[in-house]
């Protein structure tokens, strides 16, 4: 490995596939995902990029740092552990008055890039309500959220088939944070409720 990629010698280390730019099977497929769903994806520039699966789960996962164009400390790191379906949006953001996790489903005009548990996106001032109104409160079980508390991933999100952890705008996601940050999204996913999952889920 040359000096200053640790994520290539992560990779290697793990089985993934590491790339320095945005690859077609990783950044490609999420940005053909969020481009459908009308995200502005020309904002970003994905670089330092890791695919594979995470243990114990065998869950496919992508992760990348991109920078934002137009906002000052744009930066940051985006991961994405893929899902067996589509789901409605949601979000565990904090709740304004307590800092305690909550769940939000006005998240669809949001960009999946956001990152929700270090700031309040604008797009949620004057948000419609959610397509689903049930559906937040029943995917963010009690259980849901000890998981999200342990793992230190509030401002977790769920955008179509991708359950989404992005870090404070300016920082990148350290080499010995990226397992246990991709093993808590795997928890999260695995903490679903089957049954409300089944009732809401669409075929990717």
């Known amino acids: 490995m040359r000096r200053g990629r640790p994520r290539a010698q992560l990779a290697q280390d793990h089985g993934w596939r590491y790339a320095r730019r945005g690859s077609a099977p990783g950044f490609g497929t999420v940005e053909g995902r969020w481009r459908a769903a009308g995200a502005h994806v020309a904002d970003l520039d994905p670089a330092e990029e890791l695919t594979g699966a995470i243990a114990p789960t065998g869950r496919p996962f992508t992760l990348f740092d991109t920078t934002v164009l137009g906002g000052a400390r744009g930066y940051r790191t985006i991961c994405l552990l893929h899902l067996t379906v589509v789901l409605p949006p949601v979000a565990v953001v904090p709740d304004p008055d307590s800092g305690e996790p909550s769940p939000e489903g006005r998240v669809g005009p949001v960009p999946p890039w956001a990152a929700l548990a270090f700031q309040r996106p604008p797009e949620l001032d004057g948000a419609p309500p959610a397509e689903h109104p049930a559906f937040a409160d029943a995917i963010v079980t009690g259980e849901v959220l000890d998981v999200t508390r342990r793992a230190g991933l509030l401002g977790w999100r769920i955008a179509g088939r991708d359950l989404i952890w992005v870090t404070r705008p300016g920082d990148r996601l350290a080499p010995e944070r990226i ?12 903490a679903l409720p089957r049954g409300v999952v089944a009732a809401y889920a669409r075929p990717v």
């Open 179 to 190: 397992v246990p940050v991709l093993q808590g999204l795997a928890e999260v996913a695995l």
